[in-house]
């Protein structure tokens, strides 16, 4: 069984730089995907960043340059750098896995960016 814990979540001045970090437990039968969600109150959840075994990664074009995903595997935890943030990053922001067709959630971690 896959455990996820985030953390790294806070307020944060506009402009401003946070580090997310997604702490996985238990055994990872594949690391073929890694990704961030966030769902902030009234919108639709939406993929953030994703990285694949391969390397590859992904961004939603809102974030696109401003956020860095990257993973340590030793660690066995995947982060999320965000600069230049902005009060519409504001969300909680949730790390997710998909482990052979099977989807792993962990508990959110509240951003908060202030104007």
């Known amino acids: 069984q896959v455990q996820l814990v985030e953390s790294g979540g806070g307020l944060v001045q506009a402009g401003g730089s946070r580090r997310l970090s997604c702490a996985a437990s238990g055994t990872l039968v594949s690391r073929n995907f890694m990704g961030w969600y966030r769902r902030a109150p009234g919108k639709q959840r939406e993929l953030v960043a994703a990285i694949y075994s391969s390397g590859s990664t992904h961004y939603t074009y809102s974030v696109k340059g401003r956020f860095t995903i990257s993973r340590d595997n030793a660690k066995n935890t995947v982060y999320l750098q965000m600069n230049s943030l902005k009060p519409e990053d504001t969300a909680v922001y949730y790390c997710?896995?998909?482990?052979?067709?099977?989807?792993?959630w962990g508990q959110g971690t509240q951003v908060t960016v202030s104007s």
């Open positions: 997710a896995t998909n482990q052979g067709g099977n989807d792993y």
